[in-house]
């Protein structure tokens, strides 16, 4: 008995939308991968031209301020936070003990001037003494010359009795006296010219006031000056204050740090790059920096300006030891200094220690690696402490000029 013939089998018919839906998932992965593939490649041809670190922190010149010389502190004119501009008063110590010293040292160096003053009197009365004794010296040779006479003529007459011998020997006697006194004359001649020539040694080529004497003396009244006067510390910039650890009372010693002021407008930026990372960059480049104390939408223009001499770890507390049986390679960082630019430093103000991320525009590679000679003049200088030099000079010149009478003695 034959079996029913069937009918062929034909595929299940797929919905329409099915299809749509798998040519728009393939769509969409292709345009996924389209748009990595482009951004890779922007983010490629980028990054050819720049080097951009987040190892990058704020930098500048922290001011210690600490005494020159050792004292109480009686007055404190400024607290953290401050503004303070170059010369005004920070700290006071007590001056008591240094305006003593500074006294003494005056009345010191006023008698050195009236004692190099007699130094230079003494030369005209030892020259009038030598002149008095060169008249002793005729006055002596006339004597003599007299006694030797009276002699002569005695002694003609004693062959025939005119004359005894006993005013024979007064007449040889006085010869004898007065030549006596010639050389005392002449020994006081001499004894005149030595003092007036040791006196002038102590005088020669010199006047009152450039004497070695009165310059001890001066000396020593512009060491008290200094130290009265740098009883009270200064600022030496333009700053704010931070870090007072100063308290009224407190006796403090020479170099002890009793606070520190920042200048913050002479900060840097010191971005700390890879060394792989080093190849492309070159002193002179253009960088773009962001500091997250004001976020992506401040962006800072700043300059390369050097880079560091050694990583991090080579002036480390404790640096690495290479030289062992364990060793794991590790990239070091180099500094690289950047210069900030002025204007913007002052409209959106920064502070020391701040965290950035700078980026390096490496197109131009016509810059050097390393600076070139420093330039002469210095890169940081205050003259707050010039005015205390002068001040000590013009002391010393009044108490001179108080105790000096005529010039040109």
Do not use: C
Not at 305 to 315: E, H, L, N, R
Request: proline share 4%; glycine share 8%.
């Amino acid at each position: 008995m034959n079996a029913p013939a069937t009918a062929p089998t034909s595929p299940i018919a797929q919905p329409a939308g099915t299809n749509n839906k798998r040519a728009k998932a393939l769509k969409g992965v292709a345009l996924v991968v389209l748009l990595g593939l482009a951004y890779g490649g922007y983010e490629w041809y980028l990054g050819r031209h720049e080097e951009a670190t987040d190892n990058a922190y704020v930098q500048g010149n922290v001011v210690q301020i600490t005494p020159q010389v050792g004292g109480t502190v009686t007055a404190i004119y400024a607290d953290d936070t401050d503004f303070v501009k170059a010369g005004q008063p920070l700290v006071q110590l007590d001056p008591a003990d240094a305006q003593v010293v500074l006294d003494q040292a005056e009345a010191n160096l006023a008698q050195a001037v009236r004692q190099v003053r007699t130094l230079y009197a003494n030369n005209s009365s030892l020259s009038a003494q030598v002149a008095v004794r060169e008249t002793d010296i005729a006055r002596a040779k006339t004597d003599l010359a007299r006694a030797t006479d009276d002699l002569n003529r005695r002694q003609s007459l004693v062959g025939n009795g005119a004359v005894s011998k006993e005013e024979l020997g007064h007449a040889q006697s006085q010869v004898a006296a007065a030549q006596n006194a010639l050389a005392a004359a002449q020994a006081g001649v001499s004894a005149a010219r030595e003092q007036l020539s040791s006196n002038q040694t102590l005088t020669e080529g010199t006047h009152v006031d450039s004497h070695p004497s009165v310059m001890v003396a001066a000396a020593k009244v512009r060491e008290a000056y200094l130290a009265l006067h740098r009883a009270a510390l200064p600022a030496p910039v333009d700053g704010y204050v931070a870090k007072r650890t100063v308290q009224l009372g407190q006796r403090v010693q020479a170099g002890a740090p009793l606070m520190s002021l920042i200048p913050l407008n002479q900060l840097w930026v010191d971005a700390n790059f890879k060394e792989v990372q080093l190849r492309t960059i070159r002193i002179g480049q253009p960088v773009l920096l962001t500091a997250d104390v004001y976020g992506k939408k401040m962006e800072y223009k700043g300059t390369v300006a050097g880079m560091g001499a050694g990583t991090g770890a080579a002036f480390a507390l404790l640096p690495a030891q290479n030289a062992t049986g364990n060793w794991i390679k590790v990239v070091q960082r180099v500094p690289v200094r950047i210069v900030l630019d002025a204007q913007q430093l002052a409209q959106n103000p920064l502070r020391v220690g701040l965290s950035m991320e700078a980026t390096v525009d490496v197109t131009d590679q016509s810059g050097k690696t390393l600076s070139e000679a420093a330039h002469p003049t210095s890169a940081v200088q205050t003259q707050v402490y010039a005015a205390m030099d002068k001040g000590a000079s013009d002391e010393v010149k009044k108490i001179i000029a108080a105790n000096t009478g005529k010039r040109g003695q």
